[in-house]
């Protein structure tokens, strides 16, 4: 029997952890995982669905890095999936550390391609320098603001250069709504986009540097996250995503944009698995490829799926009992 390979994911309260669970759980049993999931909350609903579930600390915890040092080593983790955004700057700047500590394979990037993800100032200045279009863009401490606005008309928006899930975004009508943040680097001003035609796509490459998948989804948002989507099948459109994933250089990347007229316009990356990552197992599945590729040391193929399909989420209820709680937080507390 082959051995069991241990998959530590972390996040599960969110849609990108959950995502990746799914995704893990709809492998054929053959490829005999170990499942291990980990949240900051014990409310964190999928910590009920897995056996192996721990509470973890926060990740500005000075002492977070030696703790997963020690999980790792303690579970023999032989894979960990980082799904929080506010982690991922930390982890992938100790991503070697951890790897030769422990053994463990991390999906995620170097620091420096994390960086450009995380910030989306960062984003519109490697689209520009490498020639891709992009919205027009400025930091609102730029000395050049006032240009920039007798340049571009209302409405704009502005957003905060770190985020996600929609948050901290504002549609301005006028100079004097923009007053509270100039001066402020935390803040990006952008050219609108029609919305209407907002996509976000996935693209992964492989070992050996060849895509090995990719998607796209129009969709519609709920709280920020994807509610309702329908796969675009669009051959010119991939050739563009892949220009990028390539210049990116990423094992994986994450392209929010705005298609229209033949032109893609990026606005955002994201250096992790998309939230979509469990509805999109059916083009390809990630985790699995990943597992394949940097584990068993497989030779993967391309994904060769053109199929059109919509997908729509919905509301699940997981119960617990207090037994269950107490069960999670003495199992946890055996891991600090």
């Not at 450009?116 to 050049?144: A, G, Q, W």
Request: one cysteine or more; a neutral charge.
């Amino acid at each position: 029997m082959k051995r069991k390979i241990k998959v530590l994911v972390d996040g599960v309260g969110g849609d990108v952890g959950q995502g990746i669970l799914k995704s893990l759980l709809d492998i054929d049993t053959s490829l005999n995982l170990e499942l291990y999931a980990s949240c900051i909350s014990d409310s964190s609903s999928w910590l009920y669905k897995i056996k192996n579930a721990y509470i973890f600390p926060y990740i500005n915890d000075e002492k977070f890095i030696n703790f997963l040092i020690e999980f790792l080593n303690k579970h023999h983790i032989d894979v960990y999936f980082p799904t929080v955004d506010s982690s991922l700057i930390k982890i992938s700047k100790y991503r070697e550390y951890i790897q030769e500590k422990t053994g463990t394979k991390i999906f995620i990037d170097t620091l420096s391609k994390i960086e450009i993800c995380n910030d989306k100032y960062l984003t519109t200045c490697f689209l520009r320098k490498h020639h891709f279009d992009v919205p027009s863009s400025i930091s609102m401490d730029s000395k050049e603001l006032e240009i920039f606005l007798s340049s571009n008309t209302f409405p704009l928006i502005l957003k905060t250069k770190s985020g996600n899930g929609a948050k901290n975004i504002f549609k301005i009508e006028s100079k004097k709504s923009l007053e509270p943040f100039i001066g402020n680097s935390e803040w990006i001003l952008q050219e609108y986009l029609n919305i209407e035609n907002e996509i976000t796509s996935g693209i992964y490459r492989g070992k050996d540097g060849e895509i090995k998948g990719i998607y796209t989804l129009k969709r519609t948002l709920k709280c920020g996250s994807t509610y309702h989507a329908q796969r675009i099948i669009d051959e010119c459109l991939e050739e563009k995503l892949v220009k990028i994933a390539e210049k990116m250089d990423m094992m994986y990347l994450n392209i929010q944009a705005v298609y229209e007229n033949g032109k893609l316009f990026p606005f955002e990356f994201n250096g992790r698995l998309s939230g979509t990552t469990g509805a999109m197992r059916r083009v390809f599945n990630v985790p699995e490829m990943y597992i394949r590729e940097y584990i068993l040391n497989e030779k993967i193929t391309a994904s060769e799926d053109k199929e059109l399909f919509f997908f729509t989420r919905y509301n699940e209820e997981i119960i617990y009992t207090q037994k269950d709680r107490a069960i999670l937080k003495s199992r946890s507390k055996q891991d600090v």
